[in-house]
Each structure stands twice: as C-alpha cells, then as structure tokens.
C-alpha cells in the first residue's frame, strides 16, 4: 500500500521500508533545536544522563528568541546556560543576538531545515518547517536532552488528513486566512495526533512565506506535523541555502488518508480568530466594532518579508490610530535589514509604528509590548490564549498583515478597504 | 508509588499550556518556583490550595498549546499525583511521560468525576475508582514501549540504560 510523504520521511529515517499509522519507532534526526526556554530544562536533562558530548554538533541547534535581548537578570541566566553549552560542546549554531532571529524563521533561512528531513524542536512550533516538505514537530524539553545524546527519537506514526483547497484567492487573503479558516472548522483538536498534509490548487500558488505561515499553525489544531509537498518554489528557496544534501519525497497516489477536506476558497474572506482559542474564528465582514490598544506584526507565524511588504503597502501614507501602539518585529536580522533596504522602515515609522530589533517578546507576552489588564491586541502572531500577551484580563485577536496593518489605521479591526486602501 | 489516592480538582476543556504556567514565570525552570503559579490563569488561587496526592480532572485536549516542558513539571512540582482527562494535547503527553507524571485519558471518568471527590488510580492497569460513588473507569492502557519508558522512571534514565 502507498504511503504519505509523512510516512515515508519517518520510514527513511528509522531505516524501514514501510510504516503504518500508530506503529512505534525509533527515527534518527536531523536536527535537534532549543530556545532559551525549553534548552535550559533539556540541557539540565542532558547532564543527567552522563553522556560527555552531543550526539553531532553540527545537528544541534540554540536560539535565544524568547526573551532577548535578554529582558531581565533570570532571562539573561538563562541564555548564558544555552551559550556555555555551545561553547563546551562546539555547536556552532548558536545565535546569539545581532545574529538572531525567531527560531522558525531563522531555521529555514539558514538552510538548516531542508526537503525530507526529520526535524525536533523544543518548541511547539517546530512544525513550521513542513513547509519545505520536511518532517518536523515540536517536543518537550527532555526529548530534547535524550535526541542530543542519542541523535535519535521516539515517534508514533501519526495518521495523515489531507486538505484539499481550490480556487483563487482574493486580494488581501493569505496563508494566514487558510489556516485560520482550517482551524475554525476542525477546532483546536480537529488534528490531534494527526498529521496536516496541505494541498491543491491554491497551495501551488501560495508563496513558500504563506507555506511556513500554515505549516506553523498546524500546532493549533493538534497537529503533530504540517507537510506541503516540495516543488519549484520549495527548491528555489532551498538552492541558495543549503549546505548538504536532501531527499524528495511525495505522498503515493494510493496513500491512505484518516480524512480528506476539500474547500473552494476562491470567495474567501479574511479571517480573525477571536479570544481565546485560535478556532474561534469569524469572517472580517462579521467581526463588528472591536476597538483596539495595540497591533503586533511580526513572530514566526508572519515576521517575514512578504508579510512586512504586505502590512507596509496598506500603511504607506496611513498614520496609525491615535493612541493605539504599532509595533513591527521582523522575524531576522537578514529580514530586518532586507525591509531596511526596501524602505518599508520609513513606511512604518512614517505611519507611527515601533520597529523592533528580531524578538518573540510580546508573542508569548514576555516583554516588549505586555497588555494592561482589559487591553486588547490583534496580532499576526498563533495564539489568543488567556494572558497570552499580558494580564489574564487582556484580549488577543488574530489575523495575516494586512488586517493588522488595517486594523492599526482605524484603531479597530478593519480590511484594507475600509482605510481606503485598493 | 503505583497506586494514587486523592480529592479532585477540575477543570474544563483545552487547558492551555499559558494556563497551566503562564510566560510571564518561564524565565526560571526552577520547579518550586513553577508551582507557586501553577493553574494561575485558570485560577488564581490553585497552587495555594492544592495539596500533596491531590488529583486534577479535566475535559479535552489538556496541554495543548506550548512544548513548554514547564506546565507539567508545574503540575508535579505543585503536588498532584496525577491528571485524569478526555484526551490530551500530545507534546503535554509525551513530556508527561517523559518526566514521569501520571496521566490518564478516560472520556467517561472526565465526564462523571466531580470536584472535590476521592478517586484512587491504579496506575498500572490504568484503573479509576470514584471512592465517592464507588464508580470505576478503565483508562487506555499505555503501548508496551510507553510502559518500559514509565517503569525505567521517565526517559532520562531509559537513556541511560540504552547508553550503557
Ligand atoms: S514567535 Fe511566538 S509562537 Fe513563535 S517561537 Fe516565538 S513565542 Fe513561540
């Protein structure tokens, strides 16, 4: 019987022919990554263990995200445990800040992530990097400390659902807008376990930056991965990036699917997810009169070029509502500098935003743009959860750049048109 | 160390991991400091009146949301003995396992407990009794490899006997 291309990267790497959904294995990775979170409590872990060296330095990857520039003494304890790891071990990818980016935009941009890999990450998110049809997901702190010693990881085979989405998609409608229409379908546990494979029509046009932004949700529905098939545009991204060897793999045509979804989404409307789960989703045309005290553009969900080019077309020649904080994050410094160059900084500043060195910050609501209790921030960020972005009274609503960019000129939730933008 | 006996807490359906330990505390990975702001966004008053061996018993995908290795070490480090839940968000699972929480998924044992009741669990075999109705659930038995991780005492040391 045919496989997924999800089975056939978990066979591959547990050098077996075949795999079938809820078999146990044991797979070798390919990369293993941590933040200043998660790595502290897996490196504490991975001293237990008694081991002297990592399984490959060159397989291990620490990137401080969370709270740098370190936002407090504790934060600042924390990232030094990561950089004398690094250093004891010779990792040579460590990135410390001036370098840094959030972790699942900085892994794809530096080629560390490739087609057919198998990928763990101390951080839910670790799946984003499906979008190069690899095979990654997110785990916990001490899977990390035993893939580090070991070079290998236990997986159940997950069972594949498979989307299905055709048409065209209208302007100002996005990687964003899919996933969030996903999720508001199948909810927050529509995936559990499971794994998300994307395609269709509109996935072969969406760009490899609307890829990462779905794969990165996939999380949100329960997802163990998110996987989009590898094409042209996959392999344009990757040339330039990487620095050894990968494999294609594609889903067989008689690969066996626990659901298939099929949606037409030429008429689709921007979505935004409401507190506090991210399937509590509404079409723009039904979210009423939200005002609003704060806009973040940015994380690994949308900090990426596309993104900031799309927010900065809406906000060219706008000014931010009054009293209400824009803050811009590009997801890396090669971002960053890249939306310099574009003069998109000018756009922003012109407008009245806060542009942000590379930070998670206010993301996971550790610093750099905290809510006040009864506040409330619509985000192009992955999670509305309560206090998710600050005081446990505080609302977060989600949307793609374009919403946010709108949403910030009219100091409520609001579309492109709506400010006057074609 | 395999039979649990204690009174329930509850709590509702997709907990999240922010909830469980909000952000705001993760610049520490300090597990008494964890527990002092356990369940803090579900309620604030949690970690002050839970007690060693008590029980929390909740609805569907429990831990979803962040890897954040922190929520159950919260979680363990708080006292309780054990989760009883519908389902749970898988990356809360496998840490569970990992760090050697006792969990258990049972629909029907999520839906009937109420708070303040004394469940005994029987880790093992994945029994729960409601000593206050005198009601039992059979909770899904772990795979045999998820078994030997829970037996060797979490993964840490399972590793260590694969190192050897
Ligand atoms: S940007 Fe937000 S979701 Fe992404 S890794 Fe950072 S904290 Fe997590």
Known sequence: MGMTITEKILAAHAGKEHVSPGELINAKIDLVLGNDITAPVAIREFEKIGVDQVFDP???????????PNKDIKSAEQVKILRDFAKKHGIPNYFEVGVMGVEHCLIPEEGLALPGDLIIGADSHTCTYGALGAFSTGIGSTDMAAAMALGEAWFKVPESIKFIYYGKLPRWVGGKDLILYTIGKIGVDGALYQSMEFTGETINDLSLEGRFTMANMAIEAGGKNGIFA????????????AKRNYQIYQSDADAKYSQVYEWDVSKLEPQIAFPHLPENTRPLSECGNV??????????????????????????????????????IPGTQKIWQQAMHEGLFDIFVNAGAAVSTPTCGPCLGGHMGILAKGERALATTNRNFVGRMGHPESEVYLAGPAIAAASAIAGRIAGPEEVGVR | MNLLQGKTWRFGNDVDTDLIIPARYLNTSDPVELAKHCMEDADPTFAGKVSPGEIIVAGKNFGCGSSREHAPIAIKAAGVSCVIAASFARIFYRNSINIGLPILESPEASQAIAEGSIVSVDVATGTITDQSTGKTYQAAPFPPFMQSLINAGGLIEYVKTKMK
């Open chain 1, 230 to 241: 590898v094409d042209e545009k996959t392999i344009e991204y990757v040339k330039a990036r």
């Open chain 1, 291 to 328: 005002s609003l005290d704060q806009v973040v553009i940015g994380s690994c969900t949308n900090g990426r070029i596309e993104d900031l080019r799309e927010a900065a077309m809406v906000l060219k020649d706008k000014k931010v509502s009054h009293n209400l904080r824009l803050l811009v």
């Open chain 1, 58 to 68: 060159n397989k291990v990857a620490l990137i401080p995200d969370h709270f740098t």
